[in-house]
């Protein structure tokens, strides 16, 4: 889960992140991953790190960031000068 949030950063697919970084956060409220036990609140302090994720990613795709920016052409020197 962790593996794929980040991918979808890194692709600036910041809904897709942030919908597997709340699916991650109820598997590790759970105990699912990330706990020693299966039961409620197992892992309570990952599970709020995996919501904060979400809550950043989906801050992020609200403002739109789909693209790196991208310099000018001009914007490199030539080698040499």
């Known amino acids: 889960m962790l593996g794929a949030t980040a991918a ?9 992140a942030a919908f597997f970084a709340l699916g991650a956060a109820v598997l590790a409220y759970f105990g ?5 036990a299966l039961g409620f609140g197992n892992s ?6 995996y919501l904060a994720m979400a809550v ?4 992020l795709a609200r ?3 789909t693209a790196p920016a991208t310099a000018p052409e001009n914007a490199v020197a030539e080698p040499g000068e």
Request: proline content about 4%.
């Open 8 to 16: 979808f950063i890194i692709d600036r697919q910041f809904n897709r």
């Open 32 to 36: 699912v991953i990330n706990g020693t």
């Open 44 to 49: 309570t302090p990952v599970a709020v790190g």
């Open 56 to 59: 950043i990613c989906i801050g």
């Open 63 to 65: 403002q739109g960031l």
